[in-house]
């Protein structure tokens, strides 16, 4: 920690103690019970949040896979910073050091290298946070640089603080609690993708660690269940992509869709994506004769 500020370290500490406050606050909506009003809330706040963390957080700013303007940049990471899972400068730093010691010993929260099962789950769903690993050895050059994603990084708790009070300002207690709820189920939603999706699920593409596609993740979290097919293209825009048969599957990604939304509005534009050549490549089943593209959204269809 010797790198950072005691005013950063400060800040920074808030993070997860705003966390372990959210999971407390969410026992507040069995006092005050939920209208329908406050679960469409907790819903709101999860999709948008979740959207934020998806596709601003990391396919936009950590992994490059598209771009947008700085303006858009700014007010997504702002948004994505009132789900309290901290600011896009620890927030990239952290991503790409498990990218790059992915499932080894100097993987933050991999959950392949503690020694029983129950360790391993709380471990990578977020028992990390509360160990010295909280901490990125070095930050990132490129957000570091940006003033704006700086001062959004060190005040990450400020769009936390004021999406509490427009909270209880809309509904009172009854909407502070779907508030603390929301943000405790979407802080459990994204640590899935750290904890089951390098324990459970398919494994169709070639990589050197334990990442697996998996469908209740991709649900849970827009689509970055689809982990495997991340790990072995990180800077692919899309994650819903497998292998099936020697033949290339696209699977559901909302955040894809998002982003594709964006694009046709202009907020986005040179979408990076493997060629199915590169896909078959990097497959662990042999290609078919044949690879024509195949759409699994409802049943699996060849498209011509």
Known sequence: ??????????????????????HFGSLLVFKTGLSWGAMLWIVFLYLIRMLGTTAI??????????????????????????????????????HMSHHQHSDSELDTHSPNTQSNA????????????LSPNFFP?????????????????????????????????????????????????????????????????????ITNDFSRNNAFVALLT??????????????????????????????PDPTYSFIKMLEFFKLASKLRMPTE?????RSELPPAVETPVVSAYVDAKIVK
């Open 1 to 22: 920690m010797k790198q950072y500020s005691p005013l950063t370290i400060i800040f920074y500490i808030i993070g997860p103690i705003l966390i372990i406050l959210s």
């Open 118 to 129: 129950i360790a391993s789950f709380y471990w990578s769903q977020g028992g990390w946070l």
């Open 222 to 251: 827009l689509g970055e269940g689809w982990h495997n097919l991340h790990h072995a293209f990180q800077s692919s825009s899309r994650h819903g992509i497998t292998i099936r048969f020697g033949r290339v599957v696209y699977l």
């Open 137 to 205: 050895d070095k930050l990132p050059r490129d957000v570091e640089n940006d003033h704006v994603l700086k001062v959004i990084d060190r005040l990450h708790f400020v769009p936390v603080f004021a999406l509490a009070a427009l909270s209880y300002f809309i509904g009172g207690l009854e909407y502070l609690g779907a508030f603390f709820l929301s943000t405790t189920l979407l802080f459990h939603g994204v640590q899935t993708v750290n904890s089951l999706a390098h324990i459970v699920g398919d494994r169709p593409f």
């Open 57 to 94: 957080y990391h396919r936009l700013l950590t992994h490059k896979s598209y771009h947008a303007p700085a303006l858009f940049l700014w007010l997504g990471c702002i948004v994505t910073a009132s789900a309290g899972q901290m600011g896009p400068s620890w927030w990239k730093a952290h």
């Open 277 to 281: 050549t590169d896909l078959l490549a």
